[in-house]
C-alpha cells in the first residue's frame, strides 16, 4: 500500500504514523509535516510486546509508513 496506489493517506514526515489527507496534526507525535510520497505500511496493533514495532522504535499503535520521502 502506497500513496500511489490509494490516494487517501499521507506520512507524518516526523513519525512515519499515516493519516487521512484532511488531517492537519499528527495524532501520534502532534507534528504537522506530512508527505504523500511513502511506501510500505505496517500496522502496531501492540507495541510493548512486537518485534517490529521494537525494530521501528515505534511506541503507539497505529498505521505507519516504511519510508517517508
Not at 511506501?39 to 510493548?48: F, L, M, R, W
Not at 499503535?61 to 520521502?69: N, T
Amino acid at each position: 500500500m502506497s500513496s500511489r496506489g490509494t490516494g487517501r493517506l499521507k506520512a507524518c514526515t516526523k513519525c512515519k504514523a499515516l493519516v487521512p489527507l484532511e488531517v492537519n496534526v499528527c495524532p501520534i507525535c502532534k507534528g504537522t509535516s506530512f508527505s504523500t510520497d511513502w511506501s510500505g505500511c505496517v500496522a502496531i496493533i501492540d507495541p510493548e510486546h512486537s518485534k517490529v514495532a521494537k525494530l521501528l522504535n515505534i511506541t503507539k499503535p497505529g498505521r505507519y509508513a516504511l519510508k517517508v520521502r
